[in-house]
């Protein structure tokens, strides 16, 4: 088995920090949107984009809820 076949999926950020995490808009947990590379809080809905592998938890900056494009 190689590397690759031991991790289920690709992460957007290392899952220990994932875990230790907080939504700061409202201190949700966050989890991870690997088809659109964001993390998104649990309870507000808030879009936080990652690049690579740096999550922009800036409230101002993140996508509301309804305001989340569908391509």
Known sequence: MTDAE????AML???DL????Q???DGGGLSE???????VCATCGF??????????????EAILPDAVQTD
């Not at 994932?18 to 995490?21: A, P, S, V």
């Open 33 to 39: 949107d690997f088809a659109s590379s964001y993390l």
């Open 18 to 21: 994932l875990d230790r995490m």
């Open 47 to 60: 879009r936080y984009s990652v690049i690579d592998g740096i999550p922009n938890m800036l409230v101002d």
């Open 6 to 9: 031991s991790v289920p999926e």
């Open 13 to 15: 950020i290392d899952r």
């Open 23 to 25: 939504c700061p808009n």
